[in-house]
């Protein structure tokens, strides 16, 4: 089983990968809007996870 703080650090270790992926692609020419749509609300939803992870482990 994993440690909460391993498993934050898996999730913030995602984000950082997919905000790279996000600003590669918006960079590049002829990007995907709709790939990039994709990666932010992945991301996003890695935030959220880490948030719920972390209110968690203050109670």
Do not use: F
Not at 1 to 21: D, G, W
Not at 33 to 55: A, G, T
């Amino acid at each position: 089983m994993m440690t909460i703080t391993a498993h934050l650090a898996e999730l913030a270790e995602k984000h950082r990968a997919l905000e790279q992926k996000i600003n590669q692609a918006a960079a590049s020419p002829g990007s995907d809007d709709i790939e990039i749509r994709r990666l932010k609300q992945e991301k996003l939803k890695l935030k959220d996870e880490m948030e719920r992870l972390r209110r968690e482990t203050r109670h």
